[in-house]
């Protein structure tokens, strides 16, 4: 047997204004996309905006349904628009904010696991590292290197190949 260590380090900065432009611009974007959330049953309000490689952002916001599990992040909803709408464009970064109920401050937000595994499928397929940006505790930012750092031991596409082996 043999013990495994594994580190995982990111970004934490003071307030948004502490962040490079691009990644606050994002931030802002993810911010604004808050406003499109339909959610009438948890009333938890998060949006999140993909930079693409060519420039453009795509944003998305979570949508709710009667039929609970139906509903949808935002952080699916964005980037599956990305994808939909920009094919083969790569993701430079993500960004996603939430603020509950009727709150002005944004909340701290991270993405649950399915959309950690639908983020990780892009990062596989375009090569690169996905930037990730999401709100911290009070007004921190927390930036994370790439989104597999969010999800050690993702499944990737290379796995279900290497079973029909
Ligand atoms: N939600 C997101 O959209 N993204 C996250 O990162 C966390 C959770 C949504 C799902 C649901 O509409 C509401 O927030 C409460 O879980």
Redesign the pocket.
């Known amino acids: 047997m043999q013990k495994v260590d594994s580190t995982n380090s990111y970004e934490l900065y003071d307030s948004m204004n502490e962040l490079p432009l691009e990644w606050r611009n994002l931030m802002l974007d993810a911010r604004k996309a808050t406003q499109t959330a339909y959610?009438p049953y948890?009333d938890?309000h998060?949006g999140a905006a993909v930079l693409l490689e060519n420039g453009l952002t795509v944003t998305g916001s979570?949508q709710?349904n009667a039929a609970y599990p139906s509903?949808l992040?935002?952080?699916r909803v964005a980037v599956f628009a990305a994808s939909a709408h920009h094919p083969g464009v790569k993701f430079k970064a993500i960004a996603?904010a939430?603020f509950a109920g009727k709150n002005t401050s944004p909340v701290a937000?991270?993405?649950?696991g399915n959309?950690r595994q639908v983020m990780t499928e892009y990062e596989h397929l375009f090569g690169n590292d996905i930037r990730f940006i999401m709100q911290g505790e009070g007004e921190k930012i927390i930036v994370l290197k790439n989104v597999k750092s969010l999800l050690p031991f993702t499944f990737t596409a290379e796995q279900l190949s290497e079973s029909n082996k």
């Open positions: 959610v948890s938890f998060v979570n709710e509903g992040c935002a952080e996603v939430a937000v991270s993405p649950c959309c």
